[in-house]
């Protein structure tokens, strides 16, 4: 649980009935975290070696709460990065390898919270300094029409109006491209992007391509990312992790410009 001094303590989310459950605020499921940097590591190493750094810290990742509706969703006076793309890109898996913890993305594919937008805290255990968004994976053929249209709906308000929104990361198969719905996210957040927030397209399941193929979808990728970065990523092979990791880091530990 958070301690009085961390940001995220004493702020309860108003009452969600639709949550299954509403957890309320910081309810870890997992042990306790290990401070930044990764224990592993001789502090010494791991403060020299800014990925290992930013590793350390996506490892203290916890499930913060759910909420199936954007103002159920706790304000917290912390920058938030959030995950986005349709069902299947990779996202849980990604969110697993990122932060080592199976159980963070298991939170999200529980039944009852696939369709929510599930917060997670960064940071040491009382020193909350960054939330993750799991935002739901879209497109799925199965969802009712109706249930598609309300969550494209949400998606959006959430991607406009958010407010402490730094970054958004979307994820995409690049064996498929980007969807007709990814590109409309893409719009929906373009104002913003250009406005400072950051974004980068992270290309997926990258061991199924080859190097011509991952090159490919590379330069596709860049001309649709406009103003983001683009990236390859493979939980499989624990390709672009680190880089990951570095990047969400740099997003909300940057220096502020004088
Ligand atoms: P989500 O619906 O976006 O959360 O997608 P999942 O994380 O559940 O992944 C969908 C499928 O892609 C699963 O069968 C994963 O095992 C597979 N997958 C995810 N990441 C990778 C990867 O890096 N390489 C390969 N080969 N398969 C992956």
Aim: charged share 15%; glycine share 6%; hydrophobic share 40%.
């Amino acid at each position: 649980m958070p301690t009085p001094s961390d940001p995220i303590a004493g702020q309860m989310p108003p009452s969600d009935a639709s949550a299954q459950p509403s957890t309320g605020v910081a309810t870890p499921t997992t042990s306790p975290t290990p401070a930044t940097p990764a224990p592993s590591e001789s502090p010494s190493k791991a403060a020299t070696d800014p990925a290992k750094q930013a590793l350390g810290w996506m490892h203290t990742a916890r499930f913060l709460t759910t909420a199936a509706q954007l103002h159920h969703l706790p304000a917290y006076d912390l920058p938030e990065i959030a995950f986005v793309g349709r069902s299947n890109a990779g996202k849980s898996t990604c969110i697993n390898v990122l932060t080592q913890q199976k159980r963070l993305a298991f939170a999200s594919k529980t039944p009852g919270r696939t369709q929510h937008i599930n917060l997670f805290a960064l940071g040491r255990q009382g020193q909350t300094d960054t939330v993750l968004a799991d935002l739901p994976g879209y497109g799925y053929a199965a969802v009712p029409k109706q249930d598609k249209l309300r969550w494209q709906q949400v998606m959006a308000n959430y991607l406009v109006s958010r407010s402490h929104l730094v970054g958004v990361v979307l994820l995409c198969d690049p064996r498929h491209g980007l969807t007709e719905l990814d590109e409309i996210l893409l719009e929906v957040i373009r104002p913003r992007v250009e406005e400072g927030l950051k974004f980068t397209l992270l290309l997926t399941k990258a061991d199924k391509l080859n190097k011509t193929e991952a090159n490919k979808a590379l330069s596709i990728a860049r001309l649709q990312a406009g103003g983001g970065t683009v990236q390859l990523f493979s939980a499989l092979k624990k390709q672009g992790v680190d880089t990951l990791a570095l990047q969400l880091w740099n997003w909300t530990h940057a220096e502020p410009t004088p």
